[in-house]
C-alpha cells in the first residue's frame, strides 16, 4: 500500500497537474500537459519503483475513456448494484480478444459484455462468489485492472469536478 499523500506527490513531481486521489484506493485523476503525453503509464511505474520502491503497474484511462465506460455500460439492465458490477481493463487493448470465448459460456446469472476498451463483469450473486471473474482474471492471464461501477462513477464525478 501507498500513502495517498506519497503517491499525489509522486504524480505532481512528474509535472503532471490537477492531480487529485480517490479516498485510498489507488485511483489518481490528473491533467497532463500537452508536452507530456507520451508513455504516461510507464513514467509513472518507474517513479513508484526508484522513488517508492514499489513495483506496480499503472493503467492510464482518459477522461472520455471514463465517461464512456459509464455512458456504455451494457450490463445496466441487468446489474442493479454498481459494487457488484466489475469494469476490468486489460493491460493491452488488444487482450480483449482473450476474452471473447468467455462471451458463449453460460454464466447465468452472471453476465460478461465487452466495451470499447473494457470487460463490464456482473457478479450478480458478489464478487467473492462469482465463477465469472477469476475466469476473465485468468483469460487475461492477471494483467488487467478492475474496479467496480460504483468507483468508476466515483471517479467519473472526480475528473469532471463535481465531487
Known amino acids: 500500500r501507498i500513502a495517498m499523500a ?7 513531481d512528474l509535472g503532471f497537474r490537477n492531480v487529485r486521489t480517490l479516498l485510498n484506493s489507488g485511483n489518481i485523476v490528473f491533467s497532463v500537459p500537452s508536452h507530456s503525453r507520451g508513455q504516461v503509464a510507464g513514467r509513472i511505474e518507474k ?7 514499489i513495483n506496480s503497474r499503472a493503467t492510464v484511462v482518459s477522461e472520455a475513456e471514463v465517461a464512456a465506460v459509464v455512458r456504455d455500460n451494457p450490463l445496466a439492465d441487468v446489474a442493479d448494484n454498481p ?6 481493463v486489460p493491460r493491452r487493448a488488444s487482450d480483449q480478444k482473450r476474452l471473447r470465448p468467455l462471451l458463449k459460456k453460460p ?3 452472471e453476465a460478461l459484455a465487452l466495451g470499447e476498451r473494457v470487460a463490464y463483469i456482473w457478479c450478480a450473486n458478489g464478487v467473492a462468489e462469482s465463477r465469472l471473474w477469476p475466469a476473465v482474471d485468468r483469460a487475461l ?4 485492472t478492475a474496479r467496480n461501477m460504483a468507483t ?12
Open 141 to 144: 492471464e492477471r494483467t488487467g
Open 83 to 88: 459494487s457488484s458490477l466489475l469494469v476490468m
Open 107 to 109: 454464466w447465468h446469472p
Open 6 to 12: 506519497d503517491l499525489r506527490a509522486l504524480v505532481e
Open 47 to 53: 517513479a513508484l519503483g526508484s522513488r517508492l520502491g
Open 152 to 163: 468508476m462513477i466515483k471517479l467519473l464525478a472526480l475528473v469532471k469536478g463535481t465531487a
